[in-house]
């Protein structure tokens, strides 16, 4: 008999061990398809479990939580939502950017962890991680940014041990109780409540006091004064109801995530619609009975299937063409009974220079891209924010540019504005801080009315303003404001210099929704729905936001923006202004052709007949 060495076998039990656990109770399905009720303690983030009338009141910790016993955090943390700034995370295909926009200072930009081309990262603006999310945290799920330390700076170091992490925030999905509140969660990410926010929101306890109030040497151990009267010190009321006799609380979590809790983060609206949601439509699949989750799949990684073509490690039938065409030309319908798609007459050529999104989704072309809104870029569904059609930052939609694949589909696009210090050939971009300062002190712009647009900038009150961010400092060579693709800089006093700037260049990214139904999509009314001398597909214009006045109105055509040229995308048109004609044209050769063929074959009939007849 074979005898195993022993150090081998000690190594196996260790593995094996090891390997029990990483694998936690909710990690691996046991096939059996009901949801598990999730009536469980609560545990504070130092392990502790958390005691509704404990004189601590911590908040429980979601890793401690959700972490400890059924499901890998460390898994968990992999997924697309919770990677941002992370060095191993995967940049994928470019999509919505944060935008950081500050009103006074006219000043909006793309921003992302991922290296996106068009976007700027957070530190290239002074934007240090505890920053963003203070600022963009409530829509960020927490995880990386939120809590890794590889990417906090020394320098706010006391900072997060008075807020806390931001831990990944199972609840803003899995959870169903009407009772959890995203925008109370927002709510507490403006406060720097980072480690109290989950809690907060999900109902079972009252938040008082705000961390950004507290001074660096905070501690939640022990007793500490609070700084005055009004600044309360952060604490949570946990609501005693919500807690068995066990100690234990009852979580409404569901698998499968509910569209609306999609929509705290991803909704868009066009801008001067103002209809009552009774007018408004949903997306084509929703209104069938589809979730967003049904596409938009992912496993314990959380690494979200996106639902493009070509997407990597993404399952190829979840996107539009996999899921309505399928893998046999044969079947009369695609997955789940997706209905397939006719297409009768489409020239091949459609479906390799175009993506489904072209024709099928997003607001119907006009002859100029709509103004919308986002909830990340204007964070909607806050308590308080600014409803009005021209509140910054200014995006638009749609406009149809050629996509990472090659083809042409519809985005969202805005320009960026920020004002920079020209130095050799380098680009430092100005605080927005001080340049709030100057425009403040250099104009009457107050907005009173609370629009919530940027200044309107004169050519001489922009010099002005140049003129006085270079006497800011002076070690600057020469201040300038990008603003829709044009660099301005000051000739004197009063007089400014505009020029084309690289810098400037728009970001746009793809949008895939709403989907229209295939009676509202473009072809249906034939070729001259895109190749019409007008048609909004191919010659629309899209006029760049701008603070500057005397550059407004300067329009940019659809086919400019996409890297063609107008004059042949016009010409070609032309071909289907008169392709009615060349159809009666070639109806009337056809006719006389025929007549012909007829007129000579009865002559042949008739000579032979002839010849027949002297025979």
Same mark, same amino acid.
């Given at each position: 008999m074979r005898k195993t060495h022993p150090i081998l076998l000690l190594l196996s039990i260790c593995a094996m061990s090891l390997s029990a656990q990483t694998e936690k109770l909710g990690d691996k399905a046991d096939g059996n398809r009901s949801l598990p009720v999730h009536r469980i303690k609560?545990?504070?983030?130092?392990?502790?479990?958390?005691k509704p009338y404990h004189d601590r009141r911590m908040p429980f910790s979601t890793r401690e939580t959700c972490g400890r016993e059924c499901h890998s955090y460390d898994t968990v943390s992999q997924g697309w939502h919770f990677e941002n700034g992370f060095a191993s995370s995967s940049p994928g295909r470019p999509g919505q950017p944060w935008i950081y926009s500050d009103q006074y200072s006219a000043t909006q930009i793309p921003l992302s962890w991922r290296g996106w081309p068009g976007t700027l990262h957070p530190h290239d603006i002074g934007m240090s991680a505890f920053d963003f999310v203070e600022k963009f945290g409530g829509f960020y799920p927490g995880g990386a940014v939120g809590?890794?330390?590889?990417?906090?700076?020394?320098?706010?170091?006391?900072?997060?041990?008075?807020?806390?992490?931001?831990?990944?925030?199972?609840?803003?999905?899995?959870?169903?109780?009407?009772?959890?509140?995203?925008?109370?969660?927002?709510?507490?990410m403006k406060k720097?409540?980072?480690?109290?926010?989950?809690?907060?929101?999900?109902?079972? +306890?009252?938040?008082?006091?705000? &961390? #950004?109030?507290?001074?660096?040497?905070?501690? $939640?151990?022990?007793?500490?004064? %609070?700084?005055?009267?009004?600044?309360?010190?952060?604490?949570?009321?946990?609501?005693?109801?919500?807690?068995?006799?066990?100690?234990?609380?009852?979580?409404?979590?569901?698998?499968?995530?509910?569209?609306?809790?999609?929509?705290?983060?991803h909704s868009t609206t066009v801008v001067g619609e103002n209809k009552e949601r009774w007018h408004a439509d949903d997306d084509v699949h929703l209104v069938a009975g589809m979730q967003c989750v049904d596409c938009h799949r992912n496993g314990l990684d959380h690494k979200m299937n996106r639902g493009f073509e +070509?997407?990597?490690?993404?399952? &190829? #039938?979840?996107?539009?063409?996999?899921?309505? $065409?399928?893998?046999?030309?044969? %079947?009369?319908?695609?997955?789940?009974?997706?209905?397939?798609?006719?297409?009768?007459?489409?020239?091949?050529?459609?479906?390799e220079k175009l993506s489904c999104t072209a024709c099928h989704a997003g607001p119907t072309p006009e002859n100029q891209p709509v103004d919308i809104k986002t909830s990340i870029s204007h964070q909607l569904g806050t308590i308080g924010v600014n409803k009005s059609a021209t509140a910054m930052p200014h995006v638009k939609a749609p406009v149809f540019l050629t996509g990472h694949d090659g083809k042409i589909a519809p985005h969202k696009i805005m320009w960026p504005s920020f004002w920079i210090d020209l130095h050799d050939g380098e680009i430092d971009i100005l605080p927005a801080e001080s340049v709030r300062t100057v425009v403040i002190s250099k104009s009457t712009f107050r907005d009173t009315l609370g629009t919530g647009d940027w200044p309107q900038f004169s050519d001489s009150l922009l010099a002005v303003v140049l003129d006085s961010l270079a006497q800011q400092d002076t070690t600057r060579q020469q201040v300038g404001y990008i603003s829709g693709g044009m660099l301005y800089t000051a000739?004197?006093?009063?007089?400014?210099?505009?020029?084309?700037?690289?810098?400037?260049?728009?970001?746009?990214?793809?949008?895939?929704?709403?989907?229209?139904?295939?009676?509202?999509?473009?072809?249906?009314?034939?070729?001259?729905?895109?190749?019409?001398?007008?048609?909004?597909?191919?010659?629309?214009?899209?006029?760049p936001p701008t603070a500057v006045v005397s550059a407004r109105g300067n329009l940019q055509s659809m086919t400019a923006l996409r890297g063609a040229a107008h004059w042949e995308a016009k010409l070609f048109s032309l071909a289907f202004y008169f392709r009615p004609l060349l159809k009666v044209l070639i109806v009337i050769v056809t006719v006389i052709l025929v007549a012909i063929v007829l007129l000579y074959a009865f002559k042949g009939l008739a000579t032979i007949t002839q010849n027949l007849a002297e025979k």
């Open positions: 609560l545990f504070d983030e130092d392990g502790g479990v958390v809590e890794a330390d590889s990417v906090h700076l020394l320098e706010n170091f006391m900072r997060w041990r008075v807020s806390g992490e931001q831990q990944i925030n199972c609840l803003a999905c899995h959870e169903t109780n009407p009772g959890y509140d995203p925008a109370e969660y927002i709510t507490q720097q409540n980072f480690r109290w926010a989950p809690t907060a929101a999900s109902g079972i +306890g009252l938040m008082e006091g705000s &961390a #950004s109030k507290m001074p660096d040497n905070f501690t $939640l151990y022990g007793n500490f004064d %609070a700084p005055s009267p009004n600044d309360p010190v952060p604490m949570i009321f946990y609501e005693e109801s919500q807690f068995n006799r066990q100690g234990k609380v009852l979580f409404q979590i569901e698998r499968r995530v509910p569209n609306e809790k999609c929509y705290a983060c +070509g997407e990597a490690n993404a399952a &190829a #039938s979840l996107t539009c063409a996999g899921c309505h $065409l399928g893998d046999d030309p044969a %079947a009369l319908a695609g997955r789940m009974g997706a209905p397939k798609p006719q297409h009768a007459g489409l020239p091949p050529i459609h479906f000739k004197n006093d009063s007089e400014i210099v505009a020029q084309k700037s690289p810098a400037g260049k728009p970001y746009a990214w793809p949008l895939a929704h709403d989907v229209r139904p295939a009676r509202l999509s473009l072809g249906t009314n034939g070729c001259d729905d895109c190749h019409a001398h007008d048609s909004a597909f191919a010659f629309a214009s899209v006029s």
